[in-house]
């Protein structure tokens, strides 16, 4: 140790303080000695030395410097008002000029321990504790800050953090109480307590505005993301509390230059974000090597060598789709996920906490994840560890001494001396402090350095601990918070008599606190990455309510990748359904308390749990929530389960939870619902879940699975015979089997003549013997296949997820097709439309038989797509069902063709029905010679055809597939829609196509290049060269070349064919009947965002880029014919982004509500009751679908968001002959 020189000056240390300081260090100088002397001596030369450097001008570090801003650094104390929850300490708008990066457009607040050049900066002390009595302003910026807005970020302000950064819970601050967002008069956790409660604020204001939270007081202004610091779980535990996410990064990755130290061992600062994605991205701007903070090692990451973490989990995603596992099975497959054993025997530790987060882990198994329960005896010492591992450094910044570290950057922060007035305030605000100075003093005076030095020993063998479980798993798994977040103690309240809100019972302070931190200190000291994120609700304690409960996600140093990718599998939701990640439950009619469990085990099952439903509160508070309000029970009803009653309490908008009493009257039940497969191909009947019913004087066997009550395979018609009209099912008193779909029509591959079936998917099934209330729409759908083959039991169209999802009734048939459906002799009683009388003999049973299976028959919409759209439209017009359906679908409609010198296509039929003879001269006699049935006399050419396998007959080369006059069924050539009159039903419809429909009826010439747009336009429509020529110089169709000549072409023929034979003519037919009344009321779309489809020409779909393995739904594809259908009943096979499955819940949201009300817009109200947050949103961008009025409709593009549009492609209409009048009279011909 070397002395830097000898002063000759004039001393200025004293004989007297040479003694004093000899005092304070329990050792005597003996006076007039040698050493006196000696000692004199160097006191005054080290004296000369401080006076030397302080005598040197401030040095600030010029990489602090402050970060030129848009206008001043300036800031205020916002109001009360403006700051309800006390989560601001300061407000500013901090944005450097011209800054873009990933943080641009974002809000950012920092903690009130990280310095922001121009703002006070006050550590959540009272000025009076701190230097000259005041706040000090920072002449620095930290370099998270310089970072940030660098990043493009807006910096937002300073939020409260808790006294001297050192309490767990929201009550220490000079400026008082910082109130839990989701909950006032609750704690909002600390010491990063200000920034957990600005980053909730956004999520408390959605689910107010979603009707899953009640309140309309000012919360104030929220924040996007924000800074926090944590020394032993300061970060972690207010994210808990606030239901966001929360990480301590890795001791070191991040600088903590400019920020005020408590121990460097255990300093970390790190994101505070509302999602997943959003720490990923905060992390990659605020890591990396700053070469100002030692606290960084040389594992430390230089800034250009920090990993994308944001861009690596969308690859990780990207690589999970590509492979097929972004779904509920696989999410987490390859990921090894350890439960920590220890971590849930904490003191303390609630327990629905903890059945909320063992649930929340053990979800990894089902996403597919090896999941283990390990065990880690020294984790049960780990916060002893840290505790006397940190405890003896941590009074250094209290007592006035930096910490022996470089980063020491902020002389403007300093206290006061401590004196009995310091002990005081310190005392009575926050204890904790106090508590560290004594036991500091305590361990130093009883045990000198040798414990610390010990628990500094076991700092490594606990990281060496967890290192070791770390090599074979990627995180381990614990509770963050041993409860959700408690009330504040009463004493901290403001008052007349408690101005400052300071309690004088030091135990109303800590008691709430004690062991809150057991699970996340440890990994302070260790270095580990811990990340908080949201799991679930637990009950608040003291009072009515909820609060979020998080869990802690650890992994190894330096990998916070992992934590990111574990995070999003567990919430993954791009699988459409979501399914194993929920439970359902099955609801039963009031029972006695004393019957309430044997009426579940009447189906199988047991009385629901407490514990299952706290799992799954969101779940079970959106259903009951919805019963209320669909008027099925009471606002505050009552459901008995397991040991006891829950209850819906809509004023403090939670569940309530109740011991069973004698005086209960007879409530619903809850039972368990043990069918857990989602989807049709993976339902199957057992013992277990079959349900038997009657309907008529028949009983039909049905099943659940986790989505429906299915019936499958009902007859709905007498087995019809050969070209012959059906007749509604007559049997009586049959136990009939409905738990297998019924044979398909006879079509080329099979099938049979006895075929007509009916399906039945529902949610609710009556009681049986009672009055059949509370029935559901009923959603009727008719398939399509050209009239030739088809089938009601397509998974594609299965009605499982729509009946769920949207409480309505769902039926699909089968009818017959070809020939044996649509046959028409001239002169003899066969006379077509056997498949469209099916149908409506299918549309008679239902109306029949429907209420005991929960439908109501009153309430039918009819929906069908392609041909089953053309159904639809005959159906509109056909005298014998008119009045029997409330509402009318047609998906891509055909129709038209009559242009461009051709006669007909293979539209036209669709909307335009042949007479007999016209049909039988196209589908004849051609069919008998094919069939080899020619006889001399027609009578023996029926004859042989009808005894021919309807099989067989449908795989000739010819034959009868088309809708004709009949007489009865279908009376007029077109249906009616100039006028209103008898003639068509006066229903609301609905009326729309896919973008591009018509490529998959254009001939798209794969064999040979064409040489010319002219070439091709004559080939793939089948025109002369004049009006291929006309349609060029017309302009109307613009050519986008891509130098792919074949292709181009193609893009102009396909879009002409989807006007000539599908667009014009249905939007025709809508404008038409919306402008002359015909129709009650008239919607009409076309469908942007499509999927799959009717695709003979091999186009395929959205093409492959990066970023988009499953196809890129914003490049340019071909929305072929059928291609949207899967939106009408909320089932897609995959997901190309979240925006597929956005769109699906709010388009099949609007083919319900049509359902169920003949207008697509469902009631907000509706939406807020069932927590449908997305179709909320979606409904709010999209604007309302309202029904065509006029020439410019209005008409929607569906999509995510949908958009307002007029008619598409009007002038290219015109062109074809298919004005919007055409329908009009006056404009035929």
């Known amino acids: 140790m070397s002395i830097v020189s000898l002063s000759t000056g004039e001393p200025t240390c004293t004989l007297s303080d040479l003694h004093d300081i000899a005092t304070a260090n329990n050792f005597t100088i003996e006076p007039g000695s040698q050493n006196e002397t000696a000692f004199l001596l160097f006191a005054n030369a080290f004296d000369a030395t ?55 457009g974002r809000t950012i607040a920092v903690k009130d321990n990280v310095s922001v050049a121009g703002l006070p900066l006050g550590l959540g002390c009272s000025p009076s504790l701190l230097k000259d009595n005041k706040h000090p302003i920072c002449p620095i910026d930290a370099t998270v800050v310089k970072r940030i807005l660098a990043a493009g970020g807006t910096i937002k302000g300073v939020a409260t953090c808790e006294n001297l950064s050192m309490f767990a819970l929201s009550f220490t601050s000079d ?17 990063s307590s200000g920034c957990a409660a600005l980053v909730s604020i956004k999520d408390v204001e959605q689910a107010r505005r979603d009707g899953k939270l009640s309140g309309a007081d000012n919360l104030g202004e929220g924040v996007d993301m924000a800074v926090g610091g944590d020394q032993g779980g300061s970060i972690r535990l207010p994210a808990a509390y606030s239901g966001i996410y929360g990480l301590k990064p890795t001791h070191g990755l991040v600088p903590y230059t400019g920020i005020a130290t408590l121990v460097p061992l255990i300093d970390h600062t790190g994101p505070m974000t509302r999602t997943v994605e959003d720490a990923a991205l905060m992390l990659g701007v605020m890591a990396g090597y700053d070469g100002m903070d030692p606290r960084m090692t040389p594992e430390s990451p230089l800034p250009a060598a920090v990993p994308d973490y944001h861009g690596d989990l969308q690859a990780w995603i990207e690589q999970k789709q590509k492979a097929g596992e972004w779904n509920p099975q696989s999410a987490a497959k390859g990921l090894r996920v350890g439960i920590l054993k220890e971590s849930f025997e904490i003191a303390g530790l609630d327990p629905n906490v903890a059945t909320t987060v063992l649930a929340s882990a053990d979800r990894f198994r089902t996403l597919g994840a090896e999941v283990t329960e390990l065990s880690i005896p020294l984790h049960a010492h780990a916060a002893s560890i840290w505790t006397l591992a940190a405890r003896p450094f941590m009074p250094h910044f209290v007592a006035g001494n930096p910490p022996d570290i470089l980063s020491h950057t902020m002389p403007h922060l300093q206290p006061n001396k401590i004196d009995q007035a310091y002990f005081t305030k310190l005392a009575n605000r926050n204890p904790a402090a106090v508590n560290v100075l004594l036991n500091a003093a305590h361990m130093q005076q009883k045990y000198g350095p040798a414990l610390a030095r010990k628990a500094h020993m076991h700092v490594w063998q606990l990281r060496a601990a967890y290192d070791a479980v770390l090599r074979d798993y990627d995180v381990l798994l614990t509770p963050c918070n041993n409860t959700v977040g408690p009330p504040h103690p009463p004493s901290t309240l403001k008052s007349e008599s408690n101005p400052d809100g300071l309690s004088e019972r030091i135990m109303d302070l800590f008691e709430p606190a004690i062991g809150n931190t057991l699970n996340t200190c440890g990994f302070n000291v260790t270095g580990h990455p811990a990340l908080s994120m949201p799991v679930g609700w637990g009950k608040v304690r003291g009072g009515e309510g909820r609060l979020p409960v998080g869990m802690q996600v650890v992994g190894k140093r330096f990998d916070e990748g992992s934590l990111f990718k574990v995070a999003k599998a567990w919430e993954n939701n791009l699988n459409g359904s979501d399914d194993v990640n929920h439970i359902s439950a099955i609801l039963l009619d009031e029972f006695a308390i004393n019957q309430a469990s044997s009426a579940c085990n009447i189906v199988n099952e047991h009385l629901l749990t407490e514990s299952a439903i706290q ?40 569940l309530d939870f109740k011991p069973r009493s004698s005086n209960n009257p007879c409530l619903p039940v809850l039972c368990t619902q ?102 559901k729409p009923v959603y009727f759908w008719i398939h399509g296949g050209g009239f030739n083959n088809g089938v009601g039991s397509s998974a594609g169209t299965d009605g499982g997820n729509l009946a769920s999802r949207e409480d309505i009734v769902v039926v699909s048939i089968n009818y017959r097709l070809n020939t044996a459906g649509f046959f028409a002799v001239p002169g003899t009683n066969i006379t077509g439309n056997y498949g469209i009388q099916d149908q409506q003999t299918a549309l008679q049973w239902t109306i029949n038989n429907i209420a005991a299976f929960g439908g109501d028959p ?29 509402g009318a679908i047609a998906q891509s409609n055909l129709g038209g063709g009559v242009d461009l010198g051709l006669p007909n296509n293979y539209a036209t039929s669709y909307s335009s029905y042949l007479t007999i003879p016209e049909n039988y001269a196209q589908a004849g006699q051609q069919i008998f010679q094919e069939a080899n049935c020619t006889r001399p006399t027609l ?51 609905l009326f729309g196509t896919a973008a591009n429909d018509g490529a998959s009826f254009d001939n798209y010439p794969h064999a040979n290049n064409v040489t010319s747009e002219l070439e091709g336009l004559q080939i793939e429509l089948g025109i002369s060269a004049s009006y291929a020529q006309a349609i060029i110089d017309s302009g109307l169709f613009p050519y986008y070349d891509t130098g792919n000549l074949t292709l181009d072409s193609f893009n102009v023929s396909q879009r002409v064919a989807t006007d000539n034979q599908f667009r014009c003519i249905d939007e025709a037919t809508v404008y038409a009947g919306a402008t002359s009344g015909a129709f009650q009321k008239a919607y009409y779309y076309q469908s942007q965002r499509t999927l799959l489809g009717y695709d003979p020409n091999n186009l395929g779909g959205a093409p492959v880029e990066p970023g988009y393995p499953l196809g890129d739904p914003y490049a340019p594809y071909f929305r072929t014919h059928g291609s949207d259908q899967g939106w009408s009943f909320g089932n ?16 099949s949201s609007y083919y319900a509500w049509f359902a169920k009300r003949g207008d697509p817009n469902a009631p907000l109200s509706y939406l807020q009751a069932r927590g449908y947050e997305v179709t909320i949103q979606g409904s709010r961008l999209s604007g309302p679908w309202e029904p065509v009025k006029g020439l410019q409709g209005p008409i929607k593009l569906l999509d995510w968001p949908s958009v307002t549009s007029g008619f598409v492609d009007v002038p290219q209409c015109t062109f074809l002959n298919y004005t919007l009048s055409y329908y009009l009279t006056a404009d035929r011909g």
């Not at 919805?626 to 008995?640: F, K, P, T």
């Not at 012959?724 to 009939?736: D, E, F, K, N, P």
């Open 674 to 775: 043990s069918a857990n497969a989602s989807q049709p191909t993976g339902s199957n009947a057992t013992a277990q879940n079959e349900i038997t019913i009657q309907a008529g004087s028949n009983t039909f066997l049905g099943y659940r699975n986790l989505k429906s009550w299915r019936f499958s395979g009902m007859p709905y018609a007498d087995p019809p015979r050969r070209w012959q009209y059906s007749t509604v099912y007559s049997g009586t008193g049959q136990a009939l089997d409905a738990t297998q779909f019924g044979s398909q029509c006879a079509q080329v591959g099979g099938g049979s003549e006895d075929c007509l079936f009916v399906n039945v998917q529902t949610p609710y099934i009556p009681k049986a013997g009672g009055a059949k209330t509370g029935l």
């Open 1132 to 1147: 897609l096979p995959f997901f190309r982004d979240v925006y597929d499955l956005y769109s699906l819940q709010l388009e």
């Open 50 to 104: 401080c006076s030397s450097v302080s005598a040197l001008p401030e040095y600030e570090e010029p990489r602090l410097s402050p970060t030129p801003v848009e206008g001043s650094r300036s800031s205020h104390t916002p109001s009360t008002s403006e700051n309800p929850l006390n989560a601001w300490a300061q407000k500013t708008t901090l944005t450097a000029p011209g800054a873009k990066g990933p943080l641009s």
């Open 175 to 191: 400026s008082g109480l910082v109130h839990n967002a989701w909950l006032q008069g609750y704690a909002t956790g600390g010491s």
């Open 858 to 886: 009153g309430q039918i919409t009819i929906i069908g797509g392609s041909a089953g759209a053309g159904s639809v439209r005959v159906h509109l017009g056909s005298p014998p069902v008119i009045g029997k359906f409330q």
């Open 615 to 654: 799992s799954h509160y969101d779940d079970f508070y959106n259903q009951l929530s919805y019963l209320a309000y669909s008027g099925r029970a009471s606002r505050n009803q009552e459901y008995i389960i397991q040991n006891g009653v829950v209850a819906f309490n809509q004023q403090a908008h939670c």
């Open 939 to 989: 009578a023996e050419q029926i004859t042989c055809l009808s005894n021919i396998d309807a099989v067989v007959i449908s795989e000739l080369p010819t034959v009868a597939n088309k809708v004709v006059q009949d007489g009865h069924y279908v009376n007029t050539e077109q249906l009616i829609v100039s006028v209103r009159n008898a003639s068509t039903a006066h229903i609301p419809v």
